[in-house]
């Protein structure tokens, strides 16, 4: 009987890890916008995401990053803003965890150089797959 117990709570908890770490493959659109006018093209983003650990990576996982929020339908990787004398910026980086719709907007002006000032639109889909962990790094200290 403890046995089968230590069986089923195992299966249960790698399952719910298995939930709670995967990759996801995004491909979709992007618009960019600037001074000189509007480039549109396409973009394919490999994330990995950890929800226990509260991180993810993205690509070639150079780097990893705090996840901004996560609720019941929907994965904010980032957000920030910026308003001030010299810059105003946004942005947005939200997956829909019902229907993979993927969304991101950045946005920056500088006031007084509307010639500097540059949107970023991403709208696409994510498919989910086996999570391809985080690497290890190496390092001096």
Same mark, same amino acid.
């Given at each position: 009987?403890?046995? =089968?117990?230590?069986?089923?709570?195992? $299966?249960?908890? #790698? =399952?719910?890890?298995?939930? !709670?770490?995967? !990759?996801?493959?995004?491909? &979709? +659109?992007?618009?960019? #916008? +600037?001074?000189?006018?509007?480039?549109?093209?396409?973009?394919?983003?490999?994330?990995?995401? !950890?929800?226990?650990?509260?991180?993810?990576?993205?690509?070639?996982?150079?780097?990893? %990053? *705090?996840?901004?929020?996560?609720? *019941? +339908?929907?994965?904010?990787?980032?957000?920030?803003?910026?308003? &001030?004398?010299?810059?105003?910026?946004?942005?947005?980086?939200?997956?829909?965890?019902? #229907?993979?719709? %993927?969304?991101?907007?950045?946005?920056? #002006?500088? *006031? &007084?150089?509307?010639?500097? &000032?540059?949107?970023?639109?991403? +709208?696409?889909?994510?498919?989910?797959?086996?999570?391809?962990? $985080?690497?290890?790094? !190496?390092?001096?200290?």
């Amino acid at each position: 009987m403890k046995l =089968e117990f230590a069986v089923l709570a195992l $299966f249960c908890s #790698t =399952e719910a890890l298995a939930a !709670d770490q995967f !990759d996801l493959l995004c491909t &979709g +659109t992007e618009v960019i #916008t +600037t001074f000189d006018g509007e480039e549109q093209g396409g973009y394919s983003k490999r994330y990995r995401i !950890d929800l226990v650990a509260s991180q993810w990576c993205e690509d070639e996982c150079k780097r990893l %990053h *705090p996840i901004k929020a996560v609720q *019941p +339908t929907s994965i904010t990787l980032d957000e920030k803003s910026q308003d &001030g004398p010299s810059e105003n910026s946004i942005l947005l980086d939200v997956i829909n965890r019902q #229907t993979g719709v %993927h969304r991101v907007i950045s946005q920056a #002006t500088y *006031p &007084g150089f509307p010639a500097l &000032g540059v949107s970023i639109k991403r +709208t696409g889909m994510c498919e989910p797959a086996p999570f391809s962990g $985080f690497p290890s790094f !190496d390092t001096k200290f």
